[in-house]
C-alpha cells in the first residue's frame, strides 16, 4: 500500500513539474517579429518600383494594342505594423483522498499564440491631365536628351529611341525620308543610313561659341552659362568624311561652309508619348509569325555588359504568354487577355528602356502635374 501510494506521488509530482516546466517556457517565450520601420518602409519602396516598371510595360502593351496611354502615381503611401503574443496554461487536478495528498492530474492545457500584422493604405492620382500631357507630346530638345548621353545608356539606344525620321539630302538636292519602325517596309534603309550616322560619329556636343565667356562663368542674371548643344558628326578622321562639313562638330560654328559634291541630314526626335508608340512597335515585331528584332550593333564606346548572352544587343525583349516558370522583370495584361513579360535573364537593353522611360515620366511630373486628390482634372 504505502509503495503504491509513493509510487503516485513520485507520478504526479513528474506530471505536475513538467506542467510548470511549460508554464515558465510560455511565460519566457517572446519573439522578434516586431514592427520595423526599415522593413516596411523597404517593403513599401520595393512593392511601389515593381508597380512602376510593370506599369511601364503596361504602356507599351497599350501602345502596340494601338489603345490609349494612361499614366497614375503614387504620391504617397501610409504604413503600420503591430505584434500580439498570448500565452496561457491550464491544469486540472483531480479530489484528494486518504490514500492520496496530491490528487490525480485529470487535464493540462498549455497554449501559445503570436500574431504579427502590417497594413498600408495609398493615393492613386491620375497624370491624363493637360499639365503633364502637354510636356509628354513634346518633341524631344537637345538638352533633355543631353541628360540620358552617358556611359549606362548607349548612345545607339538613345537615337534609336528618339529618332523619328532622318531626311538625307543628296548632291543633286533629292530628299528622300527614313523612318525608324520596324514595322515600315525601308527599315533596313533607315537602319543602314543610321549605322552611317553613328559611324562618322553623331553625338550631341557642347559647341564652343566664341562669343560666350569662358565656362563656369555666370550670365548678366547671375546663372551658370548654358553651353550650346548641337547635333552633329563627331569623327576626327577628314579623309573619309561622307557628309557635308558643317554637318561636322568641327565645323558646325560655321554654318555656311558646305560641299555641294556630299550629302547632308536632318533628323527629326519623338516625344516622350511617341517613344511608347515605336516601342509598340517593337514588340509587334518580334512577336508576329515573321519575326523582326530590333538589334544595335555596339558602336565605340560600348562596354559588353551581356557578353554571350543571345539577346545581349537587342533593345527590347517581351515574351508573349510566357511560360508560368519564366522569371520576370516585369509584368503585364493586355486588353485581349495575353501576358506579356520581360525575361529577367537575357533582356538585352530592356532595363535601360524602362529606366529611361521612367525618367521621362519622371522629368514630366511637374508643380500641378499631379492631383493633391485621386481625381482627374479637366480643363
Known sequence: MNRSVSTRMRVNLLNIAAILGVVALLAGCSTNMSPSFSRMSSSYAQSLAHY????????IVRAAEERPLSFLDIPSINGSGNVSQAHSAGISLGGLSVNSSFGSLVAASPSASVSFGTAFNFT????DNATFWTGFLTKAQLKGAAYFRNAQVPK?????LIIESIDLENADGSVHSYFNSPLEPDYDQFMAVYYDLLDEGLDIVALKDNAAPPAGDKNTNGQPQQPTLRLCLATKNKSRRAFSENMYCDNADTPSLTANDKKSFTVRFRSPKHIFSYLGDVLNAQNRPDPIKVTLQPTEGTRNRKRGESDQ???LVVRKNPDAMTETYAMAEGAYGDGYAIPRENNGYSPVVIDVLSQLIVLNKIAGSIPQQPAVLVR
Open 156 to 160: 545607339e539606344v538613345l537615337f534609336a
Open 52 to 59: 512602376q516598371t510593370d506599369s511601364i510595360l503596361a504602356n
Open 313 to 315: 544587343y537587342t533593345l
Open 124 to 127: 492613386q492620382s491620375s497624370l
